[in-house]
C-alpha cells in the first residue's frame, strides 16, 4: 500500500516562496509518476505538475511554469514541489499523488493521494 504525507504548506505574502515536501512509502507497488494537484475553494481540483519516478523527468501546468519545481529524492523517498513568485491565485490545498501510468496529468488516473497540505498567499 502507498501512502502519502504531504507538508511545508502555510501563509506567505505575494511574491514570496514555499517548498512542499510529500513523504511516500511502498512505492515498490509499480508507482511511475508522481504529481502535485491543488484545489481551491469551490473549485475543482488542478493538476500542477508531475515527475517520472525513475528519470526525473518533469512537466507543469502552464501557469505555474517558471515559478514552481517539481524534484525528487528517490533515497529518501520523497518528492518536493518548491513555490516561487507565488500569487493569491496559487492560494489552494496542495495534494500529492501518485500514479502505476506515465505521462499523466489528469486526477482519476491517480491511484494514491495524500491528505493534503493548505498553502495560502496573502496580497
Known amino acids: 500500500q502507498v501512502q502519502l504525507v504531504e507538508s511545508g504548506g502555510g501563509l506567505v505574502q505575494t511574491g514570496g516562496s514555499l517548498r512542499l515536501s510529500c513523504a511516500a512509502s511502498g512505492l515498490n507497488f509499480g508507482i511511475n509518476t508522481m504529481g502535485w494537484f491543488r484545489q481551491a475553494p469551490e473549485k475543482e481540483r488542478e493538476f500542477v505538475g508531475r515527475?517520472?519516478?525513475?528519470?526525473?523527468?518533469?512537466f507543469y501546468t502552464d501557469s505555474v511554469k517558471g515559478r514552481f519545481t517539481i524534484s525528487r529524492n528517490n533515497a529518501k523517498n520523497t518528492v518536493y514541489l518548491q513555490m516561487n513568485s507565488l500569487k493569491p491565485a496559487d492560494t489552494a490545498v496542495y495534494y500529492c499523488a501518485a500514479s502505476r501510468s506515465r505521462g499523466v496529468s489528469t486526477a482519476r488516473f491517480y491511484d494514491y493521494w495524500g491528505q493534503g497540505t493548505q498553502v495560502t498567499v496573502s496580497s
Open positions: 515527475i517520472t519516478w525513475s528519470g526525473g523527468t518533469t
